[in-house]
T-cell receptor, first 115, second 112 residues
């Protein structure tokens, strides 16, 4: 089947605006993760969902960032009052189960640019 | 503080040689460690996972070692090819929940 998809692939916005980034995980994958990657760095964990609930949101940088996964499949990462420092590639990943020794399947990412 | 360090400089090698990439960590006790490949403009792709009680894992031309005493993992690509050119990321898994902590990655360039 299809891999993890993310939309949009690119998003340019102005400082202070609100943005939503969408992730479609692999069908049947119960675990979903959001990461943020800056140039020259590895992905940085933001939040992890097991089913519909956020099991670990310790990586969200502040309360401007919020994510939902209402039906346990598609997830949306929401950023309010965007700042230039939010510019990065936002990656989504899914895995068949949480815990254990499972590989994560990553999407291509959404490149967010805040002007 | 917790750190994951990978070769900061790009690794340039000749086709056919073995590439060896290093991942060192401090102040972690990972249950296991994963290696990913990332091409420009793409998301990381899983390559290998090694558990804390395993010394070595192989898959085709790839080999990973894991030394929990030295707090180090080595990633080897034998008979390297130009198509192996990419950024290679190591990631520590903190156990339940699969939260991954990534290193900054090492750029590998294989020249023909």
């Amino acid at each position: 089947g299809a891999g993890v998809s993310q939309t949009p692939s690119n998003k340019v916005t102005e400082k202070g605006k609100y943005v939503e980034l969408r992730c479609d995980p692999i069908s049947g994958h119960t675990a979903l993760y959001w990461y943020r990657q800056s140039l020259g760095q590895g992905p940085e964990f933001l939040i992890y969902f097991q089913g519909t609930g956020a099991a670990d949101d310790s990586g969200l940088p502040n309360d401007r960032f919020f994510a939902v996964r209402p039906e346990g499949s598609v997830s949306t990462l929401k950023i309010q009052r965007t700042e230039r420092g939010d510019s990065a590639v936002y990656l989504c990943a899914s895995s068949s189960t949480s815990g254990g020794y499972n590989e994560q399947f990553f999407g291509p990412g959404t490149r967010l640019t805040v002007l | 503080s917790q750190k994951i360090e990978q070769n900061s400089e790009a690794l340039n090698i000749q086709e056919g040689k073995t590439a060896t990439l290093t991942c060192n960590y401090t102040n972690y006790s990972p249950a296991y460690l994963q290696w990913y490949r990332q091409d420009p403009g793409r998301g990381p792709v899983f390559l290998l996972l090694i558990r804390e009680n395993e010394k070595e894992k192989r898959k085709e031309r790839l080999k990973v070692t894991f030394d929990t005493t030295l707090k180090q993992s080595l990633f080897h690509i034998t008979a390297s090819q130009p198509a192996d050119s990419a950024t290679y990321l190591c990631a520590l898994d903190k156990g339940y929940g699969n939260k991954l902590v990534f290193g900054a990655g090492t750029i590998l360039r294989v020249k023909s």
